[in-house]
C-alpha cells in the first residue's frame, strides 16, 4: 500500500521496545481507518470509557469521523502499531488538537492497549506529541481525564504535568503542562535515548 498525505511528519516515526517487540509509532495517515476501529474494539470496556467518557460498545461514525481529520497543523494524530502474523495491529494511539480559541494551546488525549499499558508507550507517544507541539509554537498541553484514571495521572506526573481539580465535573482532573522551544530540542525520540482530554474524540 502507498502512503500518501500532505505534509506527512515522517520525522515522527520512532521505534520503542515493549514485551520483547518492536513497537512502531508513527504519524497516522487516511488509510488506518481500519486499524483505528480494530483498536477500539480491543479496549476494555473501561479502556474504552477513560478515553471517551462515554460508554461506546462500537466506534460511533460521529466520532470516527473526527478522529480522522488530521492534518498534521492543527491536529496530530499517532499511532503505536506492532506487526502480528505479517498484518498492521495497531497498539497505542495519541493526538491533540489546537484549541481554537487559543493557537498557543492544544488538548491532548492518550490511549494503549490493556494488555499493553506499563511498558513505556504511552510515555514515547506524548514525548513525540510534546516535541511536535513545542516545535509548532504551542506552549501550552492540557487534557481532562478521569480521577480514576490512575494510570494516566501517573504518566502525567512523572512527565511534569500539573494536576488540578476540575471545578465543573468532580470525576475530572485537568492535566497541564507548559512546553518551549528549549522541549522540542530535550525530548528527543525514544529511540535516540535507548543503548503514554482522555475524552478528547
Given at each position: 500500500?502507498?502512503?500518501?498525505?500532505?505534509?506527512?511528519?515522517?520525522h515522527?516515526?520512532?521505534?520503542?521496545?515493549?514485551?520483547g517487540?518492536?513497537?512502531?509509532?508513527?504519524?497516522m495517515?487516511?488509510?488506518?481507518?481500519?486499524?483505528?476501529?480494530?483498536?477500539?474494539?480491543?479496549?476494555?470496556?473501561?479502556?474504552?470509557?477513560?478515553?471517551?467518557?462515554?460508554?461506546?460498545?462500537?466506534?460511533?461514525?460521529?466520532?470516527?469521523?473526527?478522529l480522522?481529520?488530521f492534518?498534521?497543523?492543527s491536529?496530530?494524530?499517532?499511532?503505536?502499531e506492532?506487526?502480528?502474523?505479517r498484518?498492521?495491529m495497531?497498539?497505542g494511539?495519541a493526538r491533540?488538537?489546537?484549541?481554537?480559541?487559543?493557537?498557543?494551546?492544544?488538548?491532548f488525549?492518550?490511549?494503549?492497549?490493556?494488555?499493553?499499558?506499563?511498558y513505556?508507550?504511552?510515555?514515547a507517544?506524548?514525548?513525540?506529541?510534546?516535541?511536535?507541539?513545542?516545535a509548532?509554537?504551542?506552549?501550552?498541553m492540557?487534557?481532562d481525564?478521569?480521577?480514576?484514571?490512575?494510570?494516566?495521572?501517573?504518566?502525567?506526573?512523572?512527565?511534569?504535568?500539573?494536576?488540578?481539580?476540575n471545578?465543573?465535573?468532580?470525576?475530572?482532573?485537568?492535566?497541564?503542562?507548559?512546553?518551549?522551544?528549549?522541549?522540542?530540542?530535550?525530548?528527543?525520540p525514544?529511540?535516540a535515548?535507548?543503548?503514554?482530554r482522555?475524552?478528547?474524540?
Amino acid at each position: 500500500m502507498t502512503y500518501t498525505i500532505p505534509r506527512y511528519p515522517a520525522h515522527l516515526i520512532d521505534f520503542v521496545s515493549a514485551r520483547g517487540r518492536r513497537v512502531t509509532i508513527r504519524p497516522m495517515l487516511p488509510q488506518d481507518f481500519g486499524l483505528q476501529r480494530e483498536f477500539f474494539r480491543s479496549l476494555s470496556a473501561a479502556g474504552r470509557y477513560s478515553r471517551f467518557m462515554a460508554a461506546f460498545s462500537e466506534l460511533p461514525d460521529g466520532v470516527a469521523a473526527r478522529l480522522d481529520k488530521f492534518d498534521y497543523t492543527s491536529h496530530v494524530a499517532l499511532l503505536a502499531e506492532v506487526v502480528e502474523d505479517r498484518s498492521e495491529m495497531m497498539v497505542g494511539e495519541a493526538r491533540y488538537v489546537m484549541d481554537e480559541h487559543d493557537p498557543a494551546a492544544c488538548e491532548f488525549a492518550i490511549a494503549v492497549a490493556d494488555s499493553w499499558q506499563g511498558y513505556g508507550i504511552g510515555r514515547a507517544l506524548l514525548a513525540q506529541l510534546e516535541r511536535e507541539a513545542a516545535a509548532s509554537g504551542i506552549r501550552r498541553m492540557f487534557a481532562d481525564t478521569l480521577y480514576d484514571n490512575k494510570a494516566m495521572r501517573g504518566l502525567a506526573v512523572s512527565s511534569g504535568y500539573a494536576v488540578t481539580a476540575n471545578a465543573k465535573d468532580a470525576r475530572l482532573v485537568r492535566l497541564q503542562r507548559q512546553v518551549s522551544a528549549s522541549t522540542a530540542s530535550s525530548v528527543q525520540p525514544v529511540a535516540a535515548q535507548m543503548p503514554m482530554r482522555n475524552s478528547l474524540s
